[in-house]
């Protein structure tokens, strides 16, 4: 499988530098050259098996050439293995149309670890064969640091550094980041919000001369390896609630359109997806284009659900790209005048073919009332970010069983959870004595010279 960028300007990669590389030269994201897509028979054929073989036989057709199944096997057994739930990503059903995907199982408790305990495999994979370096630059809302913390803490190889808002992130979220202290693993506190770190990231990649000197590579959503691993967990619960033979829709809490995304390929694959419902707190710009073609930033207004507390989501280009026909220069032109102007009329022709796609806007009150009512109807304690997606799930109208993802554990937020039902998560025993661990991170200001200063200090260069 070929890999091409979303603004059409970039080399043409194979799956293994993809997945390496992150950001196109270009700007623009790494996208398949085309759709692989099964037959009936060959997903109703994927039904009844383990999660480690369902992933193999999704992701085999995009990894042809870098990687073949018995690779594929050997890395997901590795980091499934990792999960505590020897369903990796349990469903459970709330009512008769109702379920929740548990995607949280894994060793950082929230959905960020299906993707990136495969994707550390894989660097270090890819690394050990080419025998090179990387330096892995990353802005974090908060679950993606700690997950990619936990998956390459160690792996020789490999540096991290990882950005997140300064007194933006959870405590528990902080912790699992800053108490893992090996030596290849920094963490940056900037002075800023998400964007101002994702922008960092972006403008660091961006930076042709800095980029020249030190070999940088992404695991924000940028990186398509991600996506591709998020795909695997809409066959497998899709599956389990009768597809091939019935439609599912889903509800997802989105901030970055990564998870969400991973379902739109999912479909494109042939799974049959009624809907996918884009859920989003009051940080509202994917519900606006969605709902009205007015793609336009506004402030972000931190919330409860901070992975979420987004405004430019990066994986929306790689739809809008489909969207606008795989047209790579209409792309290019309108990616620039959004990162001009910070707005964006989509056209009616591109929205009128995102018709999978619905959304919900869920305000605070909705989400704390979502998780009164699943605690008292279920048993259920959800986190503030599951909590808006089954707001979203219960207000959407169709007939098809609705799954929505359950992105993290609620221990994540306990101060939000207890504030909303009364009750304090505990933390899994695992993870008990996080709050006593000790923490290293350092504080810089929020612009690229002292960002790229304090990398330049701890990357190894080429
Ligand atoms: C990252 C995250 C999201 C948003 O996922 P995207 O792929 O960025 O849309 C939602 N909920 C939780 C708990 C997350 O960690």
């Not at 994201?29 to 692989?36: F, G, I, Q, S, T």
């Given at each position: 499988?070929r890999?091409?960028?979303?603004r ?7 799956f ?10 270009d700007g623009?994201?790494?996208?398949p050259e085309?759709?692989?897509r ?7 054929a994927m ?12 992701c085999?057709?995009f990894?042809a050439?870098a990687?073949d199944?018995?690779?594929?096997r050997d ?5 499934y293995g990792?999960?505590a739930?020897?369903?990796v990503?349990?469903l ?7 379920f929740?995907?548990e995607?949280?199982h894994?060793?950082t408790?929230?959905?960020?670890d299906v993707?990136?305990q495969s ?9 050990g064969?080419?025998?090179q ?13 700690s997950?990619?913390?936990?998956a390459l ?7 991290v ?6 007194g ?6 902080r912790?699992?980041m ?5 030596a290849?693993?920094?963490n940056?506190?900037?002075d800023?919000?998400f964007?101002?770190a ?10 042709a001369?800095f980029?020249?000197r030190f ?7 940028i990186?398509w ?10 066959f497998?619960?899709a599956?389990s609630?009768?597809?091939?033979h019935?439609a599912v ?7 970055n359109f990564?998870d ?5 390929v999912?479909?494109q694959m042939?799974?049959p997806?009624?809907r996918l419902?884009?859920?989003t707190n ?7 284009a969605?709902?009205s073609?007015?793609?336009s930033?506004?402030t972000?207004?931190?919330t ?7 405004q ?5 280009e790689r ?6 026909g795989?047209?790579a220069?209409?792309?290019a ?6 990162e001009?102007?910070?707005?964006l009329a ?8 995102a018709?999978?796609f619905?959304s ?5 009150d ?5 998780m ?6 279920t ?5 503030p ?7 979203a799930?219960r207000?959407?109208?169709g007939?098809a069983p609705m799954v929505?993802?359950a ?9 939000a959870?207890?504030a909303?039902?009364g009750?304090?998560p ?7 004595d996080?709050?006593t ?12 010279q002292a960002?790229?200063?304090?990398v ?7």
């Amino acid at each position: 499988m070929r890999y091409v960028s979303t603004r059409g300007a970039a080399p043409i990669l194979d799956f293994q530098a993809a997945t390496l590389a992150g950001l196109a030269s270009d700007g623009g994201l790494y996208v398949p050259e085309a759709w692989p897509r099964f037959s009936e028979a060959e997903i109703a054929a994927m039904a009844g098996r383990s999660y480690v073989e369902v992933a193999v036989r999704v992701c085999a057709p995009f990894t042809a050439g870098a990687l073949d199944e018995a690779a594929l096997r050997d890395v997901f057994t590795r980091a499934y293995g990792r999960f505590a739930h020897a369903a990796v990503v349990p469903l459970k059903q709330l009512d008769h149309r109702h379920f929740l995907l548990e995607l949280f199982h894994g060793p950082t408790l929230a959905f960020k670890d299906v993707a990136l305990q495969s994707l550390g495999l894989l660097f270090e994979r890819f690394l050990g064969q080419s025998g090179q370096h990387i330096t892995v630059i990353g802005a974090t809302s908060g679950d993606t640091g700690s997950a990619a913390i936990d998956a390459l803490a160690g792996r020789s190889g490999v540096e991290v550094c990882m950005l997140h808002p300064h007194g933006r992130v959870s405590e528990v979220q902080r912790r699992q980041m800053t108490t893992v202290l090996d030596a290849n693993i920094h963490n940056i506190a900037i002075d800023g919000n998400f964007d101002d770190a994702q922008a960092i990231v972006k403008a660091m990649f961006n930076d042709a001369a800095f980029a020249a000197r030190f070999p940088l590579a992404a695991v924000n959503s940028i990186n398509w390896a991600r996506l591709l691993f998020q795909v695997v967990y809409y066959f497998t619960s899709a599956l389990s609630l009768g597809a091939p033979h019935r439609a599912v829709s889903y509800a997802v809490p989105t901030g970055n359109f990564g998870d969400v995304f991973a379902g739109y390929v999912a479909a494109q694959m042939g799974l049959p997806i009624e809907r996918l419902v884009v859920a989003t707190n009051r940080n509202d710009i994917l519900h606006r284009a969605l709902t009205s073609g007015d793609y336009s930033a506004g402030t972000v207004a931190p919330t409860d659900a901070p992975s979420m507390d987004i405004q430019v989501s990066s994986n929306f280009e790689r739809l809008l790209f489909d969207l606008s026909g795989r047209d790579a220069a209409a792309l290019a032109a309108a990616m620039a005048e959004f990162e001009a102007t910070k707005k964006l009329a989509l056209p009616q022709a591109w929205l009128a073919k995102a018709d999978l796609f619905t959304s919900a806007r869920v305000d605070a009150d909705e989400m704390a009332d979502t998780m009164r009512w699943a605690l008292a109807n279920t048993g259920e304690l959800l986190d503030p970010h599951t909590a808006i997606g089954l707001a979203a799930a219960r207000r959407d109208s169709g007939t098809a069983p609705m799954v929505t993802l359950a992105t993290a554990h609620p221990a994540k937020f306990p101060a939000a959870v207890a504030a909303a039902t009364g009750v304090h998560p505990d933390l899994p025993a695992r993870l008990a004595d996080l709050m006593t661990r000790p923490e290293r991170y350092d504080i810089a200001p929020a612009n690229l010279q002292a960002i790229e200063a304090y990398v330049a200090q701890r990357a190894k260069a080429k």
